[in-house]
């Protein structure tokens, strides 16, 4: 009897020990399944927050975004950190402006010989123009006529740059260029979930529909068309709705002539604008001074924006703050 209650004993200890390996084994071969399923997301490198913002509307959580400049700083001046050329190459896709704003990538692009990455080069898509400095004699000359300057008067008396690469500053060029461009590509990297990411897409250009309705609305209320910038970021925005801006900067990065300065106060007072509008990457120095000459106020302009900039945390707001901060000073 006893010898019989022993083997039953360790008959169900062995039955117990089968089944115990039986569950670890399935429970290891479904975690390895579950593993081999959750597909890392595809590393994209963005050079600007507005371009990362877009980049993150449509591909949501299945992409990972770096940045190259951080927010505050200005593209014309920054030198990459070992990190981000690290995120760099580890990426599948590059999205940029191009046209020499991202002077700080030079370097890396020489280095990607026989590497495949995706590129997404926003500029090339689209038709640029000059960056145009609005001088005195522009405006006198066209006042003398009797219409106010517009950007589509083939005027000799201004100045005219290189091209213009502030193209992400115009939401309808997002819409229509830069979305479709990066939906493409993100679909060519996972064509599993092209779905996933046109859903997205049609979603995020509703959005700029949207913000493009409420710009149009706003600026047809504007009593100036006339504003006067530090910096020759807005000739797209001022292009799409029928805004003039005048920029103090002749060149990027360089201290503005005390020439220009006084020609830029000169300006104001015909155009009698109220504000002069700086922006967070550059000093407001020459803002200030010029302000002070013509009794106005220095107002914030920002083209970049950024995730730590409550309001201007993402392309959207981005763009409804800098509608607002030509409003105070235009209606």
């Not at 479709?180 to 859903?199: C, H, K, N, T």
């Not at 493009?212 to 209320?221: G, P, S």
């Not at 201290?255 to 407001?284: D, N, W, Y």
Request: charged share 25%.
């Amino acid at each position: 009897m006893k010898s019989k209650i022993f083997f039953l004993v360790i008959s169900s200890l062995g039955l117990l020990l089968l089944v115990g390996c039986g569950s670890s084994n399935r429970s290891i071969q479904e975690a390895n399944q579950i593993e081999e399923e959750q597909v890392p997301p595809i590393k994209v490198m963005a050079s600007i927050f507005p371009l990362a913002d877009i980049i993150k509307q449509i591909g949501g959580d299945l992409v990972e975004v770096s940045t190259f400049l951080p927010p505050g700083a200005s593209e014309h001046t920054y030198e990459l950190t070992p990190q981000q050329v690290k995120d760099f190459n580890e990426s599948e896709l590059y999205v940029k402006i191009g046209h020499g704003l991202e002077f700080f990538d030079s370097k890396l692009m020489d280095n990607q010989e026989g590497r495949q990455l995706k590129e997404v080069v926003f500029a090339d898509m689209v038709e640029l123009v000059a960056v145009e400095i609005v001088t005195l004699a522009s405006l006198t000359k066209n006042d003398k006529k009797g219409h106010s300057h517009s950007h589509d008067d083939d005027d000799d008396d201004h100045d005219h740059e290189g091209p213009d690469p502030h193209v992400w500053l115009d939401p309808v060029l997002v819409r229509d260029i830069l979305v479709p461009a990066i939906y493409e590509s993100l679909v060519q990297l996972r064509p599993e979930d092209g779905d996933i990411f046109a859903e997205n897409k049609i979603r995020f250009q509703e959005q700029l529909s949207e913000l493009n309705d409420l710009i149009v609305a706003e600026t047809n209320t504007f009593s100036h068309r006339n504003f006067i910038v530090f910096h020759s970021a807005w000739r797209y925005f001022s292009q799409r709705y029928g805004l003039t801006d005048v920029n103090i900067e002749e060149f990027p990065s360089q201290e503005v002539s005390l020439k220009r300065v006084a020609e830029v106060v000169e300006i104001a007072r015909l155009t009698g604008a109220k504000a002069i509008f700086a922006e967070p990457q550059f000093s407001p120095r020459a803002a200030q001074v010029i302000a002070q000459e013509f009794g106005g106020e220095v107002l914030i302009l920002d083209p970049l924006g950024g995730p730590s900039f409550p309001g201007r945390d993402s392309y959207i707001s981005l763009m409804e703050y800098n509608l607002q901060v030509l409003k105070e000073a235009l209606q």
